[in-house]
């Protein structure tokens, strides 16, 4: 069976996710959010292809159960969202993606990783001294009630927010440096000027979805996907110096990991790739 419908000037409409009895009407979500969601899906999968044009409003109100105002409000978002162009007199077309460019190139361990990342504008939304949660205080090795210096900041490319970060350092560490410090040089040299440099990394990757605050920090939608990232960093005596999570959306940072099992000796068994987008 196809995954498209028929539609109105040899136009097609995927119909994969199109719920049969139009949209759900007690989910809490205005009705043209939940078509803005629907079709942004459809465009950020690929299912509707660069410079392929939507169908028109009259259509997409049928296809949804909704009214052309309705319609009209999610088009308008998509287009601010930059994912459509309205062409006056002739329709929604599907904008292209933008262009990914690698923030570096392959590097042999996390710590490249991170310092490229630290070449992004950083503004520190929070600093301060506190007891951590247990799970950082296990991770830091802290005694119970040990305080640990906590930082949450978010990372900028051309204005556009990339990443959400808070870490926690130990607080003897994190009493060497300061907010404007944060402002303006990236952790890993902090650490460093502090003599307690990095030197072994830890990492889970997984994924999360945005709640209202991430979501309104990072400039993204609520419930929308985020790569999240869960970082320990040890000094060369084994000794925990930093506890990283990250959330990013994965249209804007991604990470590559490329395994080499052929020829260890020509280069590392793994090396990773972070990309951003433009």
Same mark, same amino acid.
Request: charged share 25%; net charge positive; no cysteine.
């Given at each position: ?6 539609? =109105? ?57 909704? %009214? ?145 605050? =991430? ?33 990013? %959306? ?29």
């Amino acid at each position: 069976m196809s995954s498209t419908v028929p539609a =109105i000037a040899g136009l097609e409409m995927p119909a994969a996710t199109m719920p049969e009895a139009g949209l759900v009407r007690s989910v809490g979500a205005a009705l043209h959010r939940q078509v803005f969601v629907v079709l942004k899906d459809w465009i950020v999968s690929g299912r509707y292809a660069a410079g392929r044009a939507l169908l028109p409003e009259e259509a997409l109100a049928r296809a949804f159960g909704v %009214s052309r105002i309705t319609v009209r409000r999610a088009l308008a978002d998509l287009e601010q969202a930059g994912l459509v162009e309205r062409r006056h007199g002739r329709g929604t077309f599907v904008r292209p993606p933008p262009a990914a460019e690698p923030l570096q190139h392959a590097v042999a361990d996390v710590e490249a990783a991170i310092a490229r990342t630290g070449q992004l504008r950083a503004r520190v939304l929070e600093f301060d001294h506190v007891v951590p949660p247990p799970d950082v205080r296990a991770a830091l090795e802290l005694a119970v009630g040990e305080k640990a210096q906590r930082a949450v900041r978010v990372r900028h490319r051309d204005g556009l927010p990339i990443m959400h970060l808070t870490t926690y350092v130990p607080d003897a560490i994190g009493r060497t440096y300061d907010r404007a410090d944060m402002e303006t040089t990236p952790l890993y040299e902090l650490l460093r000027r502090a003599g307690r440099g990095y030197r072994r990394a830890e990492q889970r990757i997984g994924a999360a979805l945005a709640d209202p605050h =991430i979501a309104g920090l990072l400039q993204l939608d609520a419930g929308a996907p985020l790569l999240h990232i869960r970082r320990r960093l040890l000094d060369g005596d084994g000794r925990p110096v930093e506890d990283l999570t990250m959330l990013a %959306s994965p249209q804007r940072y991604q990470l590559r990991t490329v395994h080499n099992w052929e020829d260890p000796a020509a280069g590392p068994i793994v090396s990773y790739e972070t990309t951003l987008a433009e």
